[in-house]
Antibody, heavy 120, light 110 residues
Framework: QVQLVESGGGVVQPGGSLRLSCAAS????????MIWVRQAPGKGLEWVAF????????YYADSVKGRFTTSRDNSKNTLYLQMNSLRAEDTALYYC?????????????WGQGTLVTVSS | QSVLTQPPSASGAPGQSVTISCSGS????????VNWYQQLPGTAPKLLIY???QRPSGVPDRFSGSKSGTSGSLAISGLQSEDEADYYC???????????FGGGTKVTVL
């Protein structure tokens, strides 16, 4: 079955950097677009980034554009999110999700998330 | 602040029905299908309805979805205590090139 396992979260000071990883298994990773979604404590879901199945296109929410970069290594079935210039408002649980496929790019399967806390 | 608009809360007694609305625009719901996610306390979101009205295997038929124009809705019939959760609508947004989410609706079973 589809499994997505995020890692790399932690506590970082404002202005710092962090790289999140998402290890995928149970499906053909190289055939699906992948999505990062975050959820601030007690808040709703916010889309962060999308990367096409082959990494050819990447899109970002305005709130992270220029600071976050998503990438993937299809040989390792792993998705990444490089987060730079972190701010307090980036504090959230970060989920990776597999797109549904079949022409539908919205999230289907989700990981359990990794917590990022930006604080001095 | 969320791209899609949902009511913040909904409630009903066990056995009753509730309906949650989701309002969007031409760039999201108006041109793409609507998904619904259920998030139980302390857990990751789970896909509940996809392509407006399709249920993944394992989702009870008490949950149903529909879409009309730039709005979608989720109906829960025969409410059960385990349905207490946050429910989010989402639709791909052609301007964002990403999924637009609603702010979430907290369903309480009275």
């Amino acid at each position: 079955q589809v499994q997505l396992v995020e890692s790399g979260g932690g506590v970082v000071q404002p202005g710092g950097s962090l790289r999140l990883s998402c290890a995928a298994s149970g499906f053909s990773f190289s055939s699906y677009g992948m999505i990062w979604v975050r959820q601030a404590p007690g808040k709703g879901l916010e889309w962060v980034a999308f990367i096409r199945f082959d990494g050819s296109d990447k899109y970002y929410a305005d709130s992270v554009k220029g600071r976050f970069t998503t990438s993937r290594d299809n040989s390792k079935n792993t998705l990444y999110l490089q987060m730079n210039s972190l701010r307090a408002e980036d504090t959230a649980l970060y989920y990776c999700a597999k797109e549904m496929g079949g022409g539908v790019s919205s999230p289907g399967n989700w990981g359990q998330g990794t917590l990022v806390t930006v604080s001095s | 602040q969320s791209v899609l608009t949902q009511p913040p809360s909904a409630s009903g007694a066990p056995g009753q029905s509730v309906t949650i609305s989701c309002s969007g625009s031409s760039s999201n719901i108006g041109s793409n299908t609507v998904n619904w996610y259920q998030q139980l306390p302390g857990t990751a979101p789970k896909l509940l309805i996809y392509s407006n009205n399709q249920r993944p295997s394992g989702v009870p038929d008490r949950f149903s979805g529909s879409k009309s124009g730039t709005s979608g809705s989720l109906a829960i019939s025969g409410l059960q205590s385990e349905d207490e959760a946050d429910y989010y609508c989402a639709a791909w947004d052609d301007r964002l090139h990403g999924p637009a989410f609603g702010g979430g609706t907290k369903v309480t079973v009275l």
